[in-house]
């Protein structure tokens, strides 16, 4: 069952400004090699806000044609100047229409420039992936490390398509704008500036809490995918159980949290817009009134007061952008620095520049004072000696939490030994590339995995350029081909996102094949012949024998009547090896295997 998530943690307001601007400056690090696009927008957006102010100042010219030709007319001396407007009316049109190409063009270029940026960043991503530990990902949940991935990641997008071109033609018509209202008044500019001056005071208070607000919403909404994926994957248990209100409850709790977080974000950047509403009102009162004034004094014409509202409306609507952008921003900048978390994660160690590589596999293993621990001041393994000669069985058994799987994880390098080496026919296995070791393995594990896909494609997963009649083989010899030869499109079935159109013994044999496929030197096996009826684990078992023919194996034995013929039986307890043997040898010693082995007996002659 998945804990209760911890509340969020506090923001520090020293630090989460510094920490917002370090994050925002490497984001738009991404653009570094994109420099000349970016300029080619900012260039573009120029010329079609520029071509967009001119409008109202044309406009302007025509209508004090149209007041001054009127005036005429009422006082008989002449008339108003069709031709001239009509030109205004054509000067217009052409002003329009290539202001509306600059701006098809700028939103073209950063539409490539956002997307091709997202497409770097989410390389980075996909390359960080297979270079984290694995103590990362079983620190976390699965729907919090997709959320990251996929909704952190598209928020950006849309941010950097959308809000930036926004944010660019806001900036270039503000200072465009302002230039024609000083060309018209610099003194009711500046009016109109102290005005909306004023008016972001006000806002700016909301604009900061939201930030906060942001972070936790996206926080919110990680642990809120990550419980929903738990509890999808485990419904079956769920309802089994009858833990639906229990569940129901947990997630209410999670669903609260982003509830508030959302709301509250949402609340403080819904009142910006309002403010500017009225602060844009007030505005227009003021320029009524002084623009009349100056009128009536002959300083400026009626087109002037027209274009100049105009131009007020133009200054106070980019200002209105900038605002819900400067929101917008907030919650991108929470999704970047989630995912510059998840970038800056601990890495595994290097590979070797110059990697050791073997020439003839034999399969060869030794662990040499093997020293290993999770934590550096808790050390769970002490001084592990194996000697495994090639084409040996070595079975590992021991209670839940003894240490096998960790010991599997050291030989596969998913762990780096704290001391000591492993090595593989006289090969220390740090010495090797990660790569070139993994291939030398094969791994059938209890938890089967196979992917959305047709059968014959899950089966030639392990190995490139894998001929059909090795399939065939294969399968024949993992005691498949019989069942698939009996599904409506045989060998061309499509398993579904977790194989469940077919059994769970099935699925186990299925992989089986795909390691024969492989045809690897050394195989990894966790016994899986538990919840399948009596036939399917006869046929696992035989090709389980067939796999591990003329290779070195090293099984995790849970029933160890299966295990009697290993040549090395390894019992490990607290994450060490207490006894190591054939099973002869360890039944005569008559201490741990001994009674792990007659408890089991008796178990099963009493069932």
């Given amino acids: 069952m998945m804990k209760k998530p911890e509340p969020a943690k506090s923001f520090s307001k020293h630090n989460k400004p510094k920490q917002s601007k370090k994050t925002a400056k490497r984001l738009f690090g991404y653009f570094r090699n994109r420099k000349k696009f970016l300029l080619l927008v900012v260039i573009l957006a120029i010329f079609a806000q520029l071509f ?13 044609e149209i007041f001054g030709g009127a005036v005429k007319m009422m006082q008989g001396v002449g008339g108003i100047d069709f031709a001239f407007i009509g030109k205004i009316v054509g000067i217009l049109i052409v002003v329009y229409l290539i202001g509306c190409s600059c701006s098809y063009l700028q939103n073209y270029i950063m539409a490539t420039v956002a997307q091709n940026t997202i497409y770097n960043l989410r390389r980075d991503i996909d390359l960080k992936i297979s270079r984290i530990p694995l103590k990362y990902y079983d620190s976390k949940t699965h729907g919090e490390i997709l959320s990251r991935l996929t909704n952190d990641v598209e928020l950006i997008s849309t ?7 926004q944010f660019i033609t806001a900036i270039v018509t503000i200072i465009g704008v302002v230039i024609a209202m000083i060309s018209i008044s610099p003194s009711m500019t500046v009016i109109t500036i102290a005005v909306l001056f004023i008016g972001m005071q006000g806002i700016m208070p909301f604009i900061k809490r939201a930030q906060k607000y942001f972070t936790q919403q996206q926080k919110s909404l990680g642990k809120l995918n990550g419980y929903i994926e738990e509890m999808y994957s485990g419904h079956n248990i769920i309802k089994a159980f009858g833990r639906e209100p229990h569940n129901v409850k ?6 609260n949290d982003l509830y508030e977080s959302g709301w509250k974000s949402q609340f403080m950047t819904g009142i910006i817009m309002p403010v500017m509403i009225f602060v844009n009102n007030l505005n227009y009162i003021v320029i009524a009134i002084v623009g009349g004034y100056y009128t009536i004094k002959g300083r400026i014409g009626i087109g002037d007061i027209q274009a100049f509202i105009q131009y007020s409306r133009q200054f106070g609507m980019p200002i209105h952008q900038l605002s819900t952008i400067s929101s917008v921003f907030q919650s991108t ?17 290097s590979d ?8 003839e596999v034999k399969g060869h293993v030794t662990f040499e004072n093997v020293k290993f621990g999770y934590f550096p001041d808790k050390i769970l393994m002490n001084d592990i000696n194996i000697d495994v000669k090639p084409g040996q069985k070595v079975a590992i058994v021991g209670h839940t939490g003894a240490g096998k799987t960790t010991l599997i994880n050291l030989l596969m390098r998913f762990y780096d030994v704290n001391s000591g080496s492993i090595k593989i026919d006289g090969v220390d296995i740090n010495k090797m590339s990660r790569e070139y070791l993994r291939s030398l393995f094969a791994m059938v594990l209890q938890d089967t995995w196979l992917f959305n896909g047709t059968i014959k494609e899950n089966l030639s997963y392990t190995k490139d350029n894998v001929t059909d009649e090795e399939i065939l083989e294969a399968s024949k010899s993992a005691h498949t081909d019989e069942f698939i030869r009996l599904l409506e499109h045989g060998y061309d079935t499509v398993l579904n996102e977790d194989a469940s159109n077919i059994s769970q013994g099935q699925k186990q044999l299925l992989t089986i094949a795909r390691a024969i496929i492989a045809d690897p030197k050394i195989l990894i096996l966790d016994e899986a012949t538990s919840n399948v009826d009596t036939r399917t684990e006869i046929l696992i078992q035989k090709a389980m024998k067939t796999l591990m023919k003329g290779r070195t194996s090293f099984v995790i034995a849970h029933r160890l009547s299966t295990i009697k013929d290993a040549d090395i039986i390894l019992v490990m307890k607290n994450g060490d090896i207490i006894e190591q043997g054939n099973h002869e040898q360890l039944m005569k010693l008559n201490g741990s295997y001994a009674d792990l082995y007659n408890s089991q007996f008796d178990e099963r002659k009493s069932s």
């Fill in 333 to 349: 900048l929470a999704a970047a620095e989630r995912i510059f978390e998840f970038l800056d994660e601990e890495e595994l160690s």
């Fill in 352 to 359: 070797p520049q110059e990697s050791e590589t073997i020439k």
């Fill in 52 to 64: 967009n102010i001119m409008g109202p100042k044309i406009m302007g010219k025509g209508i004090n």
């Fill in 250 to 255: 947990e997630f209410d709790e999670i669903n």
């Fill in 159 to 165: 941010t950097l398509q959308e809000n930036l071109t």
